[in-house]
Structure formats: C-alpha cells, structure tokens
C-alpha cells in the first residue's frame, strides 16, 4: 500500500517531467490518447486540474478549473507554479483531514495525493506517446493505478448511474503477481470471470483508461466480453 509522501514523491517527478516535455516540444503535436487534444490542450488541463485540487485541500470544498495561458512559455510558468503550489498543499495537510472527494468514505486528503500523482502519471505518458518516446511509469504507481480504476472508478461509473452492472467479469493478471477483477457493481473482489488480460501494470492500466487497443493484450476466453466491458465507460 503507498503512502501519501510516495505519491506526492511520484507527483514531483511526474509534473517535472511532463512540464519539460511540453516546455520543449512543438505545443500543437496531437495527443493519441486524448482525441482532439494537443499538448498545448494537455498543458492546460493538467496544470487547471492542479489549481482545483489544490483549492480543494486548501479549503476542504470544490473550486473552479481556471484556464491556462495559450502561450507554451507562459503555461510552461503557470504549470510548474500550479504543481509546485499543490505539492506544497498536500505535504502541509495531514492525510486524514476530512474534505470533499468524489470517492466513497472516508472523504480525507490523502484521496487528493493518491489521485492527482495518478492523473499527472497517465498524462504524463500521453505526452511521450505523443512524442514518439517509449511511454514510462513507475511499477508500484501503475500497480495502484489498476487498483484505483478496479475498486474507485468503475465502482463509481455503477453507483452513479453511468453505466449498470456487469453480467460478465474480467479479471486482470499483472506480470508482477497482483490481480484484480471488474465484475457486477464493483463491490465483490472474488467475483467470477469470464476473461482474463494479462500484462504488465502499465500496459493493463493503458488499457482501463482507453490509451491501448485490446488486439494487442494477452486475453484468456472471450475477447468479445473483454471488449464489451472496456467500452462500457468504467472510467470517466
């Protein structure tokens, strides 16, 4: 189980890098993984999501999404300025502080570093893949970012309405021995499954999160379920 400093360890590191892929880089190159975005688009998102996260544990309550510069210098500025002041809100702010989250209880600060050390890491990839350069995630982090769609994200997709329950299961194998499985409402973690994906932590997380095709996964047994249930909106 990670911990909040080794999320927020993952955050630095990842916005550091991110930032500098942008900062150096053509900002109109077309993102794959977030259609109709370029890294120019990726730059804002990520450093407005930033800001509102950090409001959110400043102030225990939800904020607005500011937009970001239009110029690559000025966004290169006001992203490293953004990562800089969240990573300073997460490590002043005791982990068990109760605040709002959109995740199940407990509602605590903790939910923040976990979830913006994960979504810097996946845009992050975006922005190599988009570059041509081999796409890189730490394991333990890819690890927790399955477990984070499996018991967060589709579990939420069904208690909201978005999608319904699941008639069939898909369990995933990740090359380093952990497995989870995406069954029924999301609440039963040794539900039955009708298809396995094996792979490694990173290349399994690509998957749930849309930025792989299933061809090109090792899949045990239906691959027509598998495909059903990826395309179903398990995650936002």
Known sequence: MMGAESFHSHLEVDARDLIQLIAGADPLVPVPGCPGWTLLDLGRHVGSVHRWATTIVRTGGIGDKPAGPMERAELVEWMTEGAGHLLEALRDTDPHTPLWTFGPPPQVAAFWSRRQAHET?????????????????????????VAEVTTLFF???????????????MRLDLSTGDSFTIAGDGTDPRADADVVITGTPLDVLLLLWGRAHLDEADVTGSAAVARSILTQGITP
């Open 121 to 145: 890491a996946v845009h992050r990839v975006d922005a190599q893949r988009a570059l041509g350069l081999p796409p890189m995630m730490d394991e333990a982090l890819a690890i927790d970012g």
């Open 155 to 169: 579990p939420r997709q069904v208690r909201l309405g978005r999608i319904p329950p699941l008639e069939h299961g």
